[in-house]
């Protein structure tokens, strides 16, 4: 059975501008090496020839499972985001109750996830421990360092 992925509409777009990138620019920066490479003669011992050969490998490896992914993705409409209980496209704020410190979480899925941009899957730890629950709740979140407990303050879209 084929798993459906399910995207934010950012999410999407990421995915669909890299496969874009990936046919339009890539594949030709490829093809252009492999060209270079088979002009300098004897391919048998030709390192750049054979780079290129891997790097081609690669990239159309990664046109097939962008591809499937697109396929398989189901987009999370702004009326499918809950606010009355964390749910994936939630914009969430909580509490760590041990240092005081106010977060602010969107709940993705774990192909969008970038803690950087404060975007965390909900197959993550605090993901995992949010899913599901609502404002007001204290949630304990199992990390390497022990227990952390977070309270929610706040569901949005």
Known sequence: MIEELILTAQGLKKLEDELDYLKSVKRREVAGRIKQA???GDISENSEYEDAKNEQA???GRVI??????????????????????SLG?????????????????????????????????????????????VGAVVDVDVPAGIIQYKILEINK
């Open 38 to 40: 088979l002009d300098f």
């Open 58 to 60: 690669f990239l159309e």
């Open 65 to 86: 499972t962008l591809e499937k992914k697109l396929r398989n993705a189901r987009v999370i409409d702004d009326k499918d985001v809950l606010t009355n209980q964390v």
């Open 90 to 134: 939630s914009k969430v704020k909580i509490k760590d109750l041990e240092t005081g410190e106010d977060l602010k979480y969107s709940i993705v899925s774990s192909l969008e996830a970038d803690p950087s941009e404060d975007r965390i899957s909900n197959e993550s730890p605090v993901g995992k421990a949010i899913l599901g629950k609502t």
